[in-house]
Nanobody, 127 residues
C-alpha cells in the first residue's frame, strides 16, 4: 500500500510559480507511475501530468504544456510538479495519485486507473 501526502499549494498571482510535492510512503513507491490531477469547483477531475515509474517518460495535458513540469526522485519517494506562468484557470485542488502499471516506462494519460490518492492541496491563482 502507498500513502501519499501533497504539499506546496497556496495563493499566487497570475504569471507566478509554485512547486507541488507529493511524498509517498512504502518501499514500492518506485514501482508506481505517478500522476497529478486537478479538480476545479463545478468541474470534473482532470489529468494534469504523469510520469512513468522509471521517470523516463512523462505526459502533460495540452492545457499545461510548456508551463508545468513533472519529475520524481525515487530515492526520496517524492514526485514534484513545477508550475510556471500560472493562470487563473489553473485554480483547483491538485491531487497526487499512484498507479500500478505493467511497464516501468508508461506514463498514464487518463484520469482513471489510479490505485492510491493523496488528500489534495489547494492552488489559487489570482488575476
Amino acid at each position: 500500500q502507498v500513502q501519499l501526502l501533497e504539499s506546496g499549494g497556496g495563493l499566487v498571482q497570475a504569471g507566478g510559480s509554485l512547486t507541488l510535492s507529493c511524498a509517498g510512503s512504502g518501499r514500492t513507491f518506485s514501482r508506481y507511475a505517478m500522476g497529478w490531477l486537478r479538480q476545479a469547483p463545478g468541474k470534473e477531475r482532470e489529468p494534469v501530468a504523469s510520469i512513468s515509474a522509471s521517470g523516463t517518460f512523462t505526459y502533460n495535458a495540452d492545457s499545461v504544456k510548456g508551463r508545468f513540469t513533472i519529475s520524481r526522485d525515487n530515492a526520496k519517494n517524492t514526485v514534484y510538479l513545477q508550475m510556471n506562468s500560472l493562470k487563473p484557470e489553473d485554480t483547483a485542488v491538485y491531487y497526487c495519485a499512484a498507479r500500478s502499471t505493467g511497464s516501468s516506462d508508461y506514463a498514464p494519460r487518463s484520469k482513471s486507473g489510479y490505485d492510491y490518492w493523496g488528500q489534495g492541496t489547494q492552488v489559487t491563482v489570482s488575476s
